[in-house]
């Protein structure tokens, strides 16, 4: 029963342009969604997040977007650059985190 | 400001073997959580500490896998037997709130 769903498993965008990763959730309890970003060998590092009470969230190059009615949020990065490229989970909390499976992202030159 | 410390980073042990994985939170860090995570998965809580007490462990199968938080800081996990299902990496994470956790490097752990 996956309750954070990223169903694309990589994902290849040209340098200075935009990515767009994206997450569907089934549990309507979720009070908070993250992005967390991982490199290899290293641990998930907290990247951004959204409160269910907005639909929209942005730090620099990276925007989070939340569709509530389509239990649907994406991370947009603009531009994007080489150091993105980095496996990138989508995360829901409803007391405790539920992760989904991640998604590969290559910045290509 | 030091990070989530986690030791060993890597082992490699046969089934039916213990093994035990240590963790050191952010310092002031009340919460503390074990994850796993098996390859082309994301991680899966197995048990959160706040402070000394337990707060969830519902997913740690507690027939082999163990863990403890003693004074409230440093944690271990144990396993004991490991099972080839085992294989995986285990995150260590701490937070001072449950929505921005700071994670260690992990352990990645092989049972042959």
């Known amino acids: 029963d996956q309750q954070v769903k990223q169903n694309s498993p990589s994902l290849s965008v040209q340098e200075g342009r935009i990515s767009i990763l994206n997450c569907d959730y089934t549990?309507?309890?979720?009070?908070?969604f993250l992005w967390y970003k991982k490199y290899p060998a290293e641990g998930p590092t907290f990247l951004i997040s959204i409160s269910s009470i907005k639909d929209k969230n942005e730090d620099g190059r990276f925007t989070v977007f939340l569709n509530k009615s389509a239990k649907h949020l994406s991370l947009h990065i603009v531009p994007s650059q080489p150091g993105d490229s980095a496996v990138y989970f989508c995360a829901a909390s409803a007391g405790k985190i539920i992760f989904g499976k991640g998604t590969r992202l290559h910045i290509l030159p | 400001e030091a990070g989530v410390a986690q030791s060993p980073r890597y082992k490699i042990i046969e089934k039916r073997q213990s093994v035990a994985f240590w963790c050191n939170p952010i310092?002031?860090?009340?919460?503390l959580y074990w994850y796993q995570q098996i390859l082309g998965q994301g991680p899966k809580l197995l048990i959160q500490f706040q402070n000394n007490g337990v707060v969830d462990d519902s997913q740690l199968p507690k027939d082999r896998f163990s863990a403890e938080r003693l004074k409230g800081v440093d944690s271990t996990l144990k396993i004991q037997p490991a099972k080839l299902e085992d294989s995986a990496v285990y995150l260590c994470?701490?937070?001072?709130?449950?929505?921005?956790?700071?994670f260690g490097p992990g352990t990645r752990l092989t049972v042959t």
């Open positions: 310092s002031g860090h009340a919460t």
């Open positions: 549990n309507s309890m979720f009070d908070y």
């Open positions: 994470a701490s937070s001072l709130e449950v929505h921005e956790q700071y």
